[in-house]
Nanobody, 121 residues
């Protein structure tokens, strides 16, 4: 499985960005997809996750109401729409995939390269 993330960049506070992550090598619809982020000096955190057909989604409290995770199984792609961006959203963002949904699943199996998001004040 290969994951290719894109869409990061520099944006002013209050602005928007959409990240994309394409999966190749396996059946996309078999995987739960997640977006994580890691800021300098901080631990990696789960930003959002979406179930196999997009029916169930979860978000970190810090992004609820501002970020939306979605997927297009026909395009093997997961998206993270980020609105009302804040300087504290600045981080490297990573997409990840695993077959299991739930807190008991353990780590995500596959990871993409990071895409950097910088929000200026």
């Amino acid at each position: 499985v290969q994951l290719q993330a894109s869409g990061g960049g520099l944006v002013q506070a209050g602005g928007s960005l959409t990240l994309s992550c394409a999966l190749s090598g396996r059946t996309f619809g078999s995987y739960v997809m997640g977006w994580f982020r890691q800021a300098p000096g901080k631990e990696r955190e789960l930003v959002g996750a979406i179930s196999w057909r997009g029916i169930t989604r979860q978000y970190a409290d810090s992004v609820k109401g501002r970020f939306t995770i979605s997927r297009d199984n026909g395009k093997n792609t997961v998206y993270l729409q980020m609105n009302s961006l804040k300087p504290e959203d600045t981080a490297d963002y990573y997409c990840a995939a695993r077959k299991c949904w739930g807190d008991s699943c353990g780590e995500y199996e596959y990871w993409g390269q990071g895409t950097q998001v910088t929000v200026s004040s």
